[in-house]
């Protein structure tokens, strides 16, 4: 009886553990994927008159 008790508790505990991993690694990809959207966005609004007009 406590055998089973022992083993329903590991369970639980190693399915929070990955369901964990899985929003931390959701949210970091998130998190990359907006600031990448961001980064791409400003590159491609600078004109090259801006950059090369000496």
Do not use: H, W
């Amino acid at each position: 009886m406590l055998l089973v008790v022992i083993f329903e508790n590991n369970c639980q505990v190693t399915q929070r553990r990955f369901s964990i991993r899985l929003g931390v690694g959701l949210v970091t990809l998130l998190i990359a994927g907006f600031s990448s959207y961001l980064g791409i966005r400003k590159v491609l609004k600078i004109e090259p008159f801006d950059i090369f007009r000496g």
